[in-house]
């Protein structure tokens, strides 16, 4: 089973900062099958993006993503004060066994 | 507009049992895989289970497997979850999430979710 490990666990900034997110994937993440969410609280995850790199349907351009085998980066381009939140990635496929393994979370928080 | 809205949460006794249940709209379910995915108190996402379009694959976390069963009504455009023998750990919110076409376990649309709590 792939276990995936985000840093940091908190990250601090402030509006307008760029924010870089890691995951890294102790084994080769297969086709990049790579996503990322956002969760604010008290709400469910939406998806930001998939595939490692694109972004899914009404995500603003300031968030990309990118990597490709077992390291792998969400970036923020300037925070806007609704991006303040708790980021996900998630290894995916079709196949046993990839099981939708999630990371264990990056919280952003306004510095 | 997708909307996914589940429902038959609550408090259960350990050992006891309950059946979630998610209402599907604006959209073909019938066209769609669907997950449940659960988040405990404070922690992280941990997907559960997935059923294919037809029924005909169904996968769990090993987590659940034995005590749970996932099933589907397309007719009634509904997802189920039968959680049996429930335990402790199964507290959390529990999340109806739709699979991305063609992707396998990657959730594009999520319902606001359900709390169970299991205590006696």
């Known amino acids: 089973e792939i276990v995936l490990t985000q840093s940091p666990g908190t990250l601090s900034l402030s509006p307008g900062e760029r924010a870089t997110l890691s995951c890294r994937a102790s084994?080769?993440?297969?086709?990049?099958?790579l996503a990322w969410y956002q969760q604010k609280p008290g709400q469910a995850p939406r998806l930001l993006i998939y595939?490692?790199?694109s972004r899914a349907t009404g995500i603003p351009d300031r968030f990309s993503g990118s990597g490709s085998g077992t390291d792998f980066t969400l970036t923020i381009s300037r925070l806007e004060p609704e991006d303040f939140a708790v980021y996900y990635c998630?290894?995916?496929?079709?196949?046993?066994?990839?099981?939708?393994?999630f990371g264990q979370g990056t919280k952003v928080e306004i510095k | 507009e997708v909307q996914l809205v589940e429902s038959g949460g609550g408090l259960v006794q350990p050992g006891g049992s309950l059946r979630l249940s998610c209402a599907a709209s604006?959209?073909?379910?019938?066209?769609?895989?669907m997950n449940w995915v659960r988040q405990a108190p404070g922690k992280g996402l941990e997907w559960v289970s997935y059923?294919?379009?037809?029924?005909?694959?169904?996968y769990y976390a090993d987590s659940v497997k034995g005590r749970f069963t996932i099933s589907r009504d397309n007719a009634k455009n509904s997802l189920y979850l039968q959680m049996n023998s429930l335990r402790d750990e199964d507290t959390a919110v529990y999340y109806c999430?739709?699979?991305?076409?063609?992707?396998?376990?990657?959730?594009?649309?999520w319902g606001q979710g359900t709390l169970v709590t299991v205590s006696s």
């Open positions: 595939g490692a790199s």
């Open positions: 059923i294919s379009s037809s029924s005909s694959t169904i």
């Open positions: 084994q080769s993440v297969s086709s990049s099958y």
């Open positions: 604006g959209f073909t379910f019938s066209s769609y895989s």
């Open positions: 999430a739709r699979d991305r076409p063609g992707s396998g376990l990657l959730f594009d649309y």
């Open positions: 998630q290894q995916y496929g079709s196949s046993p066994p990839a099981r939708g393994t």
